[in-house]
């Protein structure tokens, strides 16, 4: 845990996206983008969105997995004498790299006259398919294991602005910029009370392993439900990064990262313990079994 309260603020940098507020800071000589807790209408103080602590683990999870992923320290800040957990995430932006959003890439996908942000799997793939600025086999290769990933942990909001590159326009050199903006993971909406209702309800803990979060990627229009996604077996990208991804999961691992994590609870150490089994279970060793069976 680290006190952030007293960092240089760089005020020269700024960043974009909705999940709380975020200000640059300077900490052991290096940019971080702090973020803080995005307050629910409706939710007290004390039950704001868990956003930073989705953050935080989840990075440390796919850091495991193998994936480059960006670092974060999880701490507090104190704004009048009110102390708020946030999470640091390393810039990654430096001598003279410049984030690019996949949305940016669409765009410039001029011969259609698709939406940058529009995120039908067919014109993102398609995208992927025609652009001309990285090897379009690793790229394909990271985009499904991404999602293969936030399958795992129940990303509802992995769209067109939150992943991307990482571009030097004067050394003309791109690179896959680490996985970024993992907030919406780990359902960040329930409070505490919320997860004493469900965490014991086997109906409740299914509902949010077969049927939400979805994707925000759409097939006509849809977003994609995960599991029925995953278990179709109909798409052979999604399932070689199934295969290459699914025995780098380690539970025991992932358990010791949850248990290490400070400022929550007990009881929300045991629901994300046993959500992301449940996750793991259904929607990914049954169909890296079946796919296994094909070999």
Known sequence: MVDFTNCE????????????GKICIVYNNENYMLKFPNINEGISEHG??????????????FKTLGLNTQYT????????GNEKIVVACKDFTSNGNVLKQFAEL?????????????TELNEVLETI?????????KLKEFFWQMFIADSFVGNFDRH??????????????IEIAPIYDCASCLYPQL????????????EEMEARVYIFPTSSLKINDKKINYFEYISSLKNEDCNKAL?????????????????????????RKEFYKKILKLRYEIILKINYEKLLETI
């Open 243 to 267: 295969l290459k991804l699914f025995p780098k999961i380690d539970l025991k691992k992932i358990n010791t990262i949850i248990d290490e994590t400070p400022f929550i609870s007990n009881i």
């Open 9 to 20: 603020i760089n005020n020269y940098k700024y960043y974009g996206g909705k999940n709380g």
């Open 48 to 61: 704001y969105s868990n956003s930073c602590i989705s953050e935080y683990i989840v990075c440390n999870i």
């Open 160 to 173: 067109n602005g939150n992943w991307g590159f990482l571009i030097n326009e004067n050394l003309k050199k």
């Open 191 to 202: 409070t505490d009370e919320m997860i004493k209702e469900i965490i014991n309800n086997d």
């Open 106 to 118: 669409k765009n410039s996908q001029i011969e259609t006259s698709k939406n940058g942000y529009g």
């Open 73 to 80: 320290i999880l701490g507090t800040y104190n704004i009048n």
């Open 129 to 137: 398919e025609n652009q001309v600025i990285y090897d379009t086999n």
